[in-house]
């Protein structure tokens, strides 16, 4: 154990380091279970460190094997370099150089942390505290190195050799008799933190291509993946092109290296990493055709991508002060991604599926035990939070702040940070100091965002005055206590604000006459909430309106609105606002389902008709914009259900009620839904591009539908559908919703799936994890079955997010009343836990809401966390999640 699992690590505590490193020189002789590193350091005291103070250099799990300083050979036997760090009690206070020797086993590292081995190839992964795994280091984000990478492998065992940078060299290792060996040395002239290096050997195939930037440089392109699949990464190149370009268009960002390499690998902790010049990704969000591959996954891909690539600007040119800083670079680089994703998508539609994102991932995590600010101030373990809330939240911030100071201001902010900070290591003041300065605002208020944890409560109250002919808004918001942090002050928020008439009329704000409002709020449409309460009056308002909150979800809150039925009905059919329109659909749906819960009277069947009809009109314009139409159709998922209802949760209740909506639905609306099934099932050449996946989309929605309300005839579509289908995203619905039709042929259809693609590992999760999805009581039973299945292990993460990581967020299967869905995903966190700690907390996140359920459930939650808070042997990892959970 490090002596720091202990202690947390505390914002407060940060002092620069005592210590820089100009350059380090590696040497990495690849070999199966003794690679050999050979890492020289030049250092030197930092003139804004502490004189005199000891040299601790960081490792983990290291054997070192020589040392010198300075060409004198230091003396091992002393004891100053462990396992986990090296120290020179008094070192020379002038430029000095160290050279250290370390052996690694590379093929008995199951954390994927550091130097490992992804089939047959070496990979690194270095992001938060890796490189400590390779060689000592000052393994901190704000100590930059200029990196200079010599790598030698047998050519048999690694044809392909790649590092960070420019290839300066490369060539046939002289001295090796009778071996074929070789090397490759890799110099990358931008200084960068220990975090951002790699290193990759092997057989790899590859597609290549080029890119000129807009200052003119020619950037040779590499993706790499296992022989054989070069084809499928065609899509990937396609992106990272659209997205070099897009950068330098939208942001100005362009490409800095002669060299822009991406390596896939089967075996990854998380989505991907930014590595400078040389990004390593999960293969899933590479690999894709459309035999094998989802639209969703055509989406992921495209956005993983650019996310990565987005990060050269944003985390590697400029870089973070310490890992506190981490959402400077997430979040910021999320917002990038999600930017490209609007211009090259439909934004309205993108902004939906982020929302959904956020409120599935950030608010359960945001209203529960694991909450934390986007900036927390404490950690004992840095990888836990790589959580929703710095990526996602953090994002927000950032839109946030673009609607408060306006586009220009925002621009000009970013040039500024660009400017100013390029090749630094900067915090969050600093980036938000450069928008203040553009914007000639005060941002004070602001930075609350980054430093309160918990989902803001957002009240708005309308009251319309025919007489007088004056709408009062009454706007108030609340801060929900959270973990350490009791005391909550209102936050600076942009509300887009639209009024809508009765006739569907949009009425403007600066058409209205109020002394509430300021000309900057009434122009742009969006009122400035900085208090706990606001009242505005509106005057000469010709009639009642339905006040259209929080357009385009201007700000990450929970809003909870005075809006009757009638108001949804009318947002949902003619607001401006698409965003909107979504939200009044999903709103009406939950407050029907939430209000059949608690009255055990029939339900209502006049709001059942509007309801319906509503659906039944959306229906009618579906064709319009089938990916949007695919949204509004969509009902809130059960765990968004749950989350409306917000405590004692009965999640067999939920699932109860939202079914038999489904089937009112599909057999109300059967002759409409059968038409559009028909009309969008006309054979059309496949293409992943978003308007055909829109209405792929669209189409499989209906299917749904049509399922629920007739599931012996939705079996026979489904089954047509499965055949016929050309490509994944048809083939995997139509399988999904075979699932759930109880007595159907699913066994017959899954196991001819799994024929089909047991060969594609990528196919197989998707297999795994429709098995884990279903709300069928043998479920559990079935997952653990799979668990012994020969397509499963432990040790790769992608099979365990796809059969447990699914199972974990089945609402009713791992909530299972009698706790063995609990029980299971306990003694998986446990086993896992022995291999990869980062993957074992990642799926105990699962408990994360196990205070919102019912108490029988709850009890049993609660007894599965303490069963594995009673292991005196569990990992840093599992450790902080479950005593945090349970706190
Ligand atoms: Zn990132």
Known sequence: MRADQDQPIRLVDYRPSDYVIDTIDLDIILHPTATRVTSRLSIRPNPKGRANAPLVLDGDGLVPVAVTLDDAALDLSTGFATADRLTIETPPQRPFVLIVETRLDPTAN????????????????????????????????????????????????????????????????????????????????????????????????????????????VVSLGIYVEPGKEPLAAYAMDALKRSMRWDETAFGRAYDLDVFNIVAVSDFNMGAMENKGLNVFNDKYILASPETATDADYAGIETVVAHEYFHNWTGNRITCRDWFQLCLKEGLTVFRDQEFSADQRSRAVKRIADVRTLRARQFPEDGGPLAHSVRPVVYREINNFYTATIYEKGAEIIRMLQLLIGSDAFATGMTLYFDQYDGTAATIEQFIGCFAETSGRDLTQFMRWYEQAGTPVVTATHGYDASAKTLTLDIAQRTPETPGQSEKSPLVMPLALGLVGAEGDAIPLDAVRSDDLTEAERAAGTIELTTAERRIVLHDVPGPVSPSWLRGFSAP????????????????????????????????????????????????????????SAFSAVLNGALVDPAFTAQVLNLPSEADLARDVGRDVDPDAIHRRREELRGDIGQTLRTPLLDLYDTLSKPVAYSPDASSAGRRALRNVVLGYLAAGDPMDGARLCAAQFDTADNMTDRMAALGIMTLIPGSKQDGLLARFYAMFERDALVVDKWLAVHAVSPDPTTLDRVRSLMRHPAFSLSNPNRVYSLIGSFASNPTQFNRADGRGYDLVAEVVLAVDAINPQVAARVLNAFRSWRMMESGRRDRAEAALRWIAARNTLSADVRDIVDRSLA
């Open 110 to 217: 199951t954390k994927l942390m550091g130097l490992y081995r992804s089939g047959s190839a070496y990979c690194t992964q270095c992001e938060a505290e890796g490189f400590r795994r390779i060689t000592y280091a000052l393994d901190r984000p704000d100590v930059l190195s200029v990196f200079t990478t010599r790598i030698e492998a047998a050519r048999a065992e690694a044809s392909v050799l790649l590092g960070n940078g420019n290839l300066v060299r490369q060539g046939a290792v002289e001295a090796a008799e009778g071996e074929d060996r070789h090397f490759a040395v890799w110099h990358d002239p931008h200084p960068k933190p220990p975090y951002l290096f790699a290193v990759v050997g092997g057989n790899l195939g590859s597609i290549h291509d080029s890119f000129s930037t807009s200052e003119g440089r």
């Open 557 to 612: 809150v929970r809003l909870i609105s005075s809006l009757t039925e009638q108001d949804r009905l009318t947002l949902l059919a003619h607001d401006s606002d698409g965003f909107n329109r979504w939200e009044a659909a999903q709103t009406l749906v939950s407050h029907y389902i939430l209000d059949g819960l608690t009255s055990d009277e029939a339900p209502d069947e006049e709001r059942l008709a509007a309801l319906l």
